[in-house]
């Protein structure tokens, strides 16, 4: 594990992180238990309002709540910088936006007023935004020219979604109001999301996966290159009311090149040992890899892309096949070593420690075969969920499976804590 270019002694308190990552599965249990109720109805329109709560629960609930934990453990640790008061900022940004998450989903399920949603959520993102990106104005490097680019797509996300949820929730008349969801829609996926995946990998992928480096052409160019031609798409799209075929294809290309790059690293990783979180990652690379297709084909073909399956195919290929494969892949590598970490740091403060314990290392925190079997339960969730598509009544074994999958996630993390907890005590 190569940690040369890191500032470990700058890590926040594990606690800081931390709080994301044991709330996100809860997310997800709370996504597959509606899927099950929603049952084969999710099928029939993509704006219903159940399936706008399953959607955010997925994207603000788990994928963004483990993205606010990532950012506030790396930023310290790769660019040095210290966030202020860091337990104090990560309660308050955690609570409003697990309470903002629920209030959302909860009022598209439910009928509830989604004023306090907005506030909320508002006050949560633009305060994560705000606070981040000033810990950011004073360094400099690739991974945080990412961070910043997909800081800022998270504004334009985040803006056009409470702009959106104004509309909703007052039911005013909101001109190009389709156009404005489809582009909050990718530049949550693709923007933020998609980015800060892509900039995360650049740091944790050759550290975690002991690969050689990212090319630093490719680390220099990419993300601002994919932000750029976004915005392009964003203007065209607004100015001429559909979609731009061939910015469409060159988004899709930008993505292919960090999918192909990444693959090449991993054949090329200097250990050849099994590791379970190469699993996580493969199986996220073909998601990507078949969205993009499925993405350049209704492209190309129009007919295609008004088929009624067209949306929700993307959106599983996209959110389940790749995004929530990656970040369950890079959960049982960070929480691990955090734990590892912050064990190693007590153990050796002479100030604090009265005892010397044997530290676990990073493969007994979380054993492989605990994160292998939640990986293959996940997996068959996916596929049950995929074939739904010409099956509807399978959806209800795909949420089935779904949901014993997020709970042996919370359950793995859970267990790596309570460890951590035994061996702290045990130092003291």
């Given at each position: 594990?190569?940690?040369?270019?890191?500032?470990?002694?700058?890590?926040?308190?594990?606690?800081?992180?931390?709080?994301?990552?044991?709330?996100?599965?809860?997310?997800?249990?709370?996504?597959?238990?509606?899927?099950?109720?929603?049952?084969?109805?999710?099928?029939?329109?993509?704006?219903?309002?159940?399936?706008?709560?399953?959607?955010?629960?997925?994207?603000?609930?788990?994928?963004?709540?483990?993205?606010?934990?990532?950012?506030?453990?790396?930023?310290?640790?790769?660019?040095?910088?210290?966030?202020?008061?860091?337990?104090?900022?990560?309660?308050?940004?955690?609570?409003?936006?697990?309470?903002?998450?629920?209030?959302?989903?909860?009022?598209?399920?439910?009928?509830?007023?989604?004023?306090?949603?907005?506030?909320?959520?508002?006050?949560?993102?633009?305060?994560?935004?705000?606070?981040?990106?000033?810990?950011?104005?004073?360094?400099?490097?690739?991974?945080?020219?990412?961070?910043?680019?997909?800081?800022?797509?998270?504004?334009?996300?985040?803006?056009?979604?409470?702009?959106?949820?104004?509309?909703?929730?007052?039911?005013?008349?909101?001109?190009?109001?389709?156009?404005?969801?489809?582009?909050?829609?990718?530049?949550?996926?693709?923007?933020?999301?998609?980015?800060?995946?892509?900039?995360?990998?650049?740091?944790?992928?050759?550290?975690?996966?002991?690969?050689?480096?990212?090319?630093?052409?490719?680390?220099?160019?990419?993300?601002?290159?994919?932000?750029?031609?976004?915005?392009?798409?964003?203007?065209?799209?607004?100015?001429?009311?559909?979609?731009?075929?061939?910015?469409?294809?060159?988004?899709?290309?930008?993505?292919?090149?960090?999918?192909?790059?990444?693959?090449?690293?991993?054949?090329k990783r200097l250990r050849k040992i099994p590791d379970v979180t190469?699993?996580?990652?493969?199986?996220?690379?073909?998601?990507?890899?078949?969205?993009?297709?499925?993405?350049?084909?209704?492209?190309?073909?129009?007919?295609?892309?008004?088929?009624?399956?067209?949306?929700?195919?993307?959106?599983?290929?996209?959110?389940?096949?790749?995004?929530?494969?990656?970040?369950?892949?890079?959960?049982?590598?960070?929480?691990?070593?955090?734990?590892?970490?912050?064990?190693?740091?007590?153990?050796?403060?002479?100030?604090?420690?009265?005892?010397?314990?044997?530290?676990?290392?990073?493969?007994?925190?979380?054993?492989?075969?605990?994160?292998?079997?939640?990986?293959?339960?996940?997996?068959?969730?996916?596929?049950?969920?995929?074939?739904?598509?010409?099956?509807?009544?399978?959806?209800?074994?795909?949420?089935i499976i779904l949901l014993g999958s997020f709970i042996l996630l919370?359950?793995?993390?859970l267990k790596a804590l309570k460890l951590y907890r035994s061996v702290?005590?045990?130092?003291?």
């Amino acid at each position: 594990m190569n940690t040369a270019n890191l500032a470990l002694q700058q890590t926040p308190p594990l606690s800081v992180p931390v709080r994301f990552f044991i709330t996100a599965p809860l997310f997800g249990i709370l996504a597959s238990l509606l899927l099950i109720y929603i049952g084969s109805d999710i099928f029939n329109s993509r704006w219903g309002l159940n399936t706008l709560a399953l959607t955010h629960l997925f994207t603000l609930g788990f994928v963004s709540m483990v993205m606010f934990g990532a950012i506030l453990q790396l930023l310290p640790v790769v660019a040095g910088t210290v966030i202020p008061k860091p337990v104090l900022t990560s309660t308050i940004i955690h609570f409003l936006l697990t309470v903002g998450s629920l209030s959302l989903t909860g009022g598209f399920i439910f009928g509830y007023d989604l004023r306090i949603a907005i506030v909320l959520l508002g006050l949560s993102f633009f305060g994560f935004i705000a606070i981040v990106g000033y810990c950011l104005i004073q360094v400099k490097g690739n991974i945080i020219v990412g961070m910043r680019l997909s800081l800022l797509a998270l504004l334009i996300t985040g803006g056009l979604g409470i702009i959106l949820a104004i509309r909703f929730a007052y039911g005013i008349t909101l001109p190009l109001a389709m156009i404005l969801v489809n582009i909050h829609l990718t530049w949550g996926l693709v923007g933020w999301v998609g980015l800060l995946i892509i900039a995360i990998a650049y740091q944790v992928v050759p550290m975690f996966q002991i690969t050689p480096q990212y090319n630093a052409k490719l680390m220099r160019w990419l993300i601002p290159t994919l932000f750029i031609i976004l915005l392009l798409w964003t203007l065209a799209y607004l100015w001429l009311g559909s979609n731009i075929g061939w910015i469409s294809i060159l988004i899709s290309l930008g993505l292919a090149t960090f999918v192909a790059k990444t693959l090449h690293l991993q054949i090329k990783r200097l250990r050849k040992i099994p590791d379970v979180t190469l699993d996580f990652w493969r199986v996220g690379a073909v998601g990507l890899l078949l969205s993009i297709i499925l993405w350049i084909a209704g492209t190309i073909w129009i007919k295609l892309a008004n088929q009624p399956f067209y949306p929700l195919l993307l959106f599983i290929l996209f959110i389940g096949g790749f995004v929530l494969m990656v970040i369950q892949g890079m959960l049982y590598k960070i929480i691990p070593f955090l734990v590892w970490l912050h064990l190693q740091n007590q153990q050796l403060n002479p100030l604090k420690t009265m005892n010397m314990v044997r530290i676990p290392h990073m493969k007994q925190i979380i054993p492989s075969k605990l994160a292998k079997r939640q990986f293959w339960v996940y997996l068959i969730a996916l596929s049950c969920t995929i074939l739904a598509l010409i099956f509807p009544n399978l959806i209800y074994l795909a949420g089935i499976i779904l949901l014993g999958s997020f709970i042996l996630l919370e359950y793995n993390m859970l267990k790596a804590l309570k460890l951590y907890r035994s061996v702290l005590i045990s130092l003291q």
